[in-house]
């Protein structure tokens, strides 16, 4: 299974832009790459995900490569409550039954 | 509709004790799916449900631990024998017909002295 790396920490002032980037070398042509963030003692939440298209929504915006080897995905305008660890996650499988190949995430660390 | 639920939120037992948790999906989502997550890590899939049909179980999923989804509404996951290695947060996870997007639980956290 595709594999994602990650920095495992990363700091960024309030109202700025965080960019958080991914590495997925080992991913397949029909892999979708995920976003989602876990605050703490919460499960995991959605985020955004894309193939091989940039991708935005009202919360952050994809940008993957396009050789699809990586991506960052961008949190326009941080908040304190953006503080979290944010998961870059491949999934794998076809036809509605689908998996989701964690990495160990990237704390993001929103300071005021 | 409230989001995905599970019960307990924790659970300590002592070695060798058997444990039963229970996750209810969101009530239109057929697809139901159990992670592992310990200290640190990223969670681990574990097993997937949809409808009532077992698909797929990771290695992971020793003999010690089976899940099951009856009537295709809610889960269970249980775990016989616990061992200390077994402590750690164990999450739900439905998907609908929209099976882009996983909706998670809150998690059970799982003590085993």
């Known amino acids: 299974d595709a594999k994602t790396t990650q920095p495992p920490s990363m700091d960024c002032a309030e109202g700025r832009a965080a960019n958080l980037p991914c590495n997925h070398s080992?991913?397949?042509?029909?892999?979708?790459v995920y976003w989602y963030r876990q605050i703490h003692s919460q499960g995991p939440q959605y985020i955004i995900h894309g193939l091989k298209n940039n991708e935005t929504n009202e919360m952050a915006s994809l940008i993957i490569t396009e050789d699809r080897k990586s991506s960052t995905l961008i949190l326009p305008h941080a908040t304190l409550r953006d503080t979290a660890v944010y998961y870059c996650?491949?999934?794998?499988?076809?036809?509605?039954?689908?998996?989701?190949?964690f990495g160990t995430g990237t704390r993001l660390k929103v300071l005021a | 509709d409230t989001g995905v639920s599970q019960n307990p939120r924790h659970k300590i037992t002592k070695r060798g004790q058997n444990v039963t948790f229970r996750c209810d999906p969101i009530s239109e989502h057929n697809r139901l799916y159990w992670y592992r997550q310990t200290l640190g890590q990223g969670p681990e899939f574990l097993t997937y449900?949809?409808?009532?049909?077992?698909?797929?179980k990771s290695r992971l999923l020793s003999d010690r631990f089976s899940a099951e989804r009856p009537k295709g509404s809610f889960s269970t996951l249980e775990i016989q024998r616990t061992e200390q290695g077994d402590s750690a947060m164990y999450l739900c996870?439905?998907?609908?017909?929209?099976?882009?997007?996983?909706?998670f639980g809150p998690g059970t956290r799982l003590t085993v002295t």
């Open positions: 449900f949809q409808n009532e049909a077992q698909l797929e």
């Open positions: 996650i491949v999934r794998v499988g076809f036809s509605g039954t689908y998996k989701y190949i």
């Open positions: 080992t991913i397949s042509g029909n892999e979708y």
């Open positions: 996870a439905s998907s609908g017909d929209r099976a882009y997007e996983q909706y």
